[in-house]
Every structure is written in structure tokens, then in C-alpha cells.
């Protein structure tokens, strides 16, 4: 495994000069650009954390497969939020140190290289393209991956990227077409990539309740059960459930994050998990390169796993944040804009066909979301609803002023 060069658009230093416009706006900037979280850790984290600070795997080296009690909280969540059995279909689970670099470490993990070819979606989170080119892949993109016809012929395609709710899109691909992408992958001997890091932003259940006017009230199919246990919290497809993988994890590695679902960006917790001889595999080179989560914050991660309460509670303020912007971008201009059917984001047409053109705009009120030519769309721009309700109010108030 070694780095080859990489080129990619995706750059925040060339947002800079829009940012300093923004700045100088009277009442300052309101940055709907990085999708970083800004709300607080769920309390039992936090404690999981402190309880956890001078553990046997705090003062030792800490496990690369996980301790005992995160692997049982992994495949507890997967059982009950996702519907997915990993020990029946075969498949293990490694945790990683944020979902970035387990993106752009895959492609080298697998063992890819010159002549093998990564198909990914056109409009996409621009590190699936990194990650291939950092193997020294050839990088395929496709309009849609759910036209397998698109790919499957195409020679010497080892792994497809699936991303499920999509960053930027918000786009949710059903289990239908998920099942599809593993049959024709299998087919030709090669792995499927999907991140679905925004399972749990599900918001299929109230995109018809959101109008001109915001949003009606919540769907009670998406209450939680009870005070500290939400099994009612409604996810998107998963690719390894058993309708979509056909009681086989086979050829099939799914990635996942808490960063979003309990604000645990600065944690850097996320996981693999799949394909049994994949995961374990990787899991041996992990180790030796040293790409292993802290002890105390293994601890962190298994109790954010477990909180479904406050993944409700998150859920809920970017349901209202999303829903608002939604609402005050229409009034904007930004006609065609609807609720997302997942994730964080509104994926908005630029009013003037360019999004360097709108950044312009909108930095004079002093917004600035991130413009669609990092992800594959210069016609587009993308706002996230990772800023606290006061950024988002006093941004809904600037676009409908």
C-alpha cells in the first residue's frame, strides 16, 4: 500500500475571500458550510467518557477491533436500528477513527491499484474520489450507481461507492435498488462501498409535512418508545439488511459515524462493518498502522451507541433547523427547493446556474453555504443545518428580508 498523487476541487482556503465578505456584514457571518456539529455531547457520553478515563484500556493500549462492551453495543445497534443480525449474515465490525479516514483509506485497504477501476456517484462527498486516487485506482463516475448497466460491464470495477442518505444531495436510495447494486457487484467479483454515516437523519416520514409555510407536526410513528430507548426512530435503508443482501454479508462493507447522530465529530468514532474476511483483514492492517480509537473514547462511542434518546433529540433540532431553511430559501428564490429525504443538508439549484456566481449573492447578506463544484455540481450550492437555532434564525430572517 503505497500514497499516489491526488487532485480534487474540494478546498475550503477557496471559500475564504466570500467568508471575509460575510465578516464585514452587519451582525457578522452565519457559516451553513462545513457540516460540523455545534450542539452539545449527550450527557452519557460525556460520563462514559470521565468513568472510562483511567481504565485498563486507557493506561494500556487500547484493543483495534474494540472492547468487548463496544463490539456488544455495535451489534446491539445494528440489531435494533437497523434490523440487521451481523452474526447471522456473516459479518464483523472494526471501529475507525472518524469515517474520513476509513473513506479514504478503503480503496488501499482493499488492496487496489493501478488498472482497477472505483465507481462512485457524479455528485458526491468528494473523499471517495480522494481515497481512489490515493490507491492509485482509476476513479468511475456515474450519474446514478443504481443503473447498473451504467458499470457492470465496465472492465475491472472492484468496488462501488454507494451513499445512502447522500452528502449533498439528501437523496435515499431504496432497498430495492440497494439490492440490485449487490447482485450486479457480486456478479463481477467486486465490493460494495456503502456509507450510510446519516441512517438515522431519516426524514421520508415528514417531507410531505413540510409546506411554504414550515412544518405540521411530527409523525407519530418517529416518537420515541420510551424515555431512554427510541426503537421507533425510522432509518434509511441499510445494505446489509436481509432483504438487501440476501442473509449474506458477502462482498459488502457498510460504513458508519456518531459524529452527526450524537454530535460526536471531535471523537472521531465511526466503524466498518461487513463482510467477515474484510473487516478482519482490515482490522490486521489497522493495527499495524496504528489506526485505532482511544480506550476512553471506545467507552464514549458504545454509550452514544446506546442513547437513542438523545439521537431523538438531535433528530428533532435538525428536522426543525432543516424544515426552516427549507422554508426561507424558497422565499429567496431558491424555488425548487424541498426537505431532504436524509441527512443535514439542503441542496439548492443555483439562482444564477453558477455556484461561485450565488456564493457572491449570499455572502453580502453574510451566508455562506458551500458551493456544489466541491462535490461534483457547480450548479449547485449546499446549506447545512449544522448551526445552532440562532444562526438558523437570524439566516432564515436575512433570506426572507
Excluded at 1 to 21: E, L, N, Q, V
Aim: overall charge negative.
Amino acid at each position: 500500500m503505497g500514497f499516489h498523487a491526488y487532485s480534487s476541487p474540494y478546498d475550503w482556503s477557496r471559500i475564504a475571500g466570500y467568508k471575509a465578505t460575510a465578516k464585514a456584514v452587519p451582525g457578522g457571518m452565519i457559516d451553513l458550510s462545513v457540516g460540523s456539529p455545534v450542539d452539545p455531547v449527550p450527557a452519557s457520553v460525556q460520563q462514559a467518557l470521565i468513568a472510562s478515563a483511567d481504565a485498563s484500556n486507557a493506561h494500556g493500549y487500547p484493543v483495534t477491533a474494540g472492547t468487548a462492551d463496544l463490539k456488544a453495543a455495535i451489534n446491539d445497534w445494528f440489531r435494533t436500528m437497523r434490523g440487521v443480525d451481523l452474526k447471522a449474515i456473516n459479518a464483523a465490525a472494526v471501529p475507525t477513527v472518524g469515517s474520513k479516514e476509513a473513506v479514504a483509506l478503503m480503496a488501499s485497504l482493499l488492496h487496489l491499484g493501478p488498472g482497477d477501476v472505483v465507481v462512485q456517484p457524479r455528485v458526491s462527498y468528494p473523499t471517495y474520489e480522494i481515497g481512489t486516487q490515493l490507491a492509485g485506482a482509476t476513479v468511475l463516475k456515474v450519474d446514478d450507481v443504481t443503473d447498473v448497466d451504467s458499470w457492470v460491464n465496465v472492465p475491472n470495477v472492484k468496488a462501488i461507492w454507494v451513499n445512502s442518505p447522500c452528502n449533498p444531495t439528501g437523496e435515499v436510495i431504496g432497498a430495492d435498488w440497494l439490492a440490485d447494486i449487490v447482485a450486479a457487484a457480486r456478479r463481477i467479483g467486486a465490493v460494495v462501498l456503502s456509507d450510510e454515516c446519516y441512517a438515522l437523519m431519516d426524514w421520508r416520514a415528514v417531507r410531505s409535512k413540510v409546506s411554504g409555510s414550515g412544518l405540521s407536526e411530527e409523525p407519530e410513528n418517529n416518537e420515541p418508545a420510551a424515555a431512554d430507548r427510541s426503537f421507533a426512530l425510522s432509518a434509511t435503508p441499510c445494505a446489509l439488511s436481509p432483504q438487501v443482501c440476501e442473509g449474506s454479508a458477502d462482498g459488502i462493507l457498510v460504513l458508519y459515524s456518531l459524529s452527526k447522530q450524537s454530535n460526536m465529530a471531535g471523537y472521531r468514532t465511526a466503524l466498518i462493518a461487513g463482510d467477515y474476511r474484510l473487516v478482519r483483514e482490515m482490522s490486521e492492517y489497522r493495527k499495524q498502522i496504528g489506526e485505532i480509537i482511544p480506550g476512553p473514547v471506545q467507552a464514549a462511542m458504545a454509550a452514544g451507541l446506546r442513547d437513542t434518546a438523545a439521537v431523538h433529540q438531535q433528530w428533532t433540532r435538525y428536522r426543525n433547523r432543516l424544515a426552516a431553511l427549507v422554508e426561507a430559501l424558497q422565499s429567496y428564490g431558491y424555488d425548487s427547493v424541498r426537505m431532504p429525504a436524509g441527512a443535514l443538508y439542503v441542496w439548492a439549484k443555483a439562482k444564477s446556474g453558477d455556484c461561485w456566481t450565488d456564493m457572491t449573492e449570499l455572502a453580502a447578506i453574510g451566508i455562506i453555504p458551500s458551493p456544489g463544484e466541491f462535490y461534483g455540481a457547480p450548479q449547485y450550492l449546499r446549506f447545512s443545518a449544522t448551526a445552532t437555532d440562532q444562526a438558523i434564525q437570524e439566516a432564515c430572517a436575512r433570506l426572507r428580508a
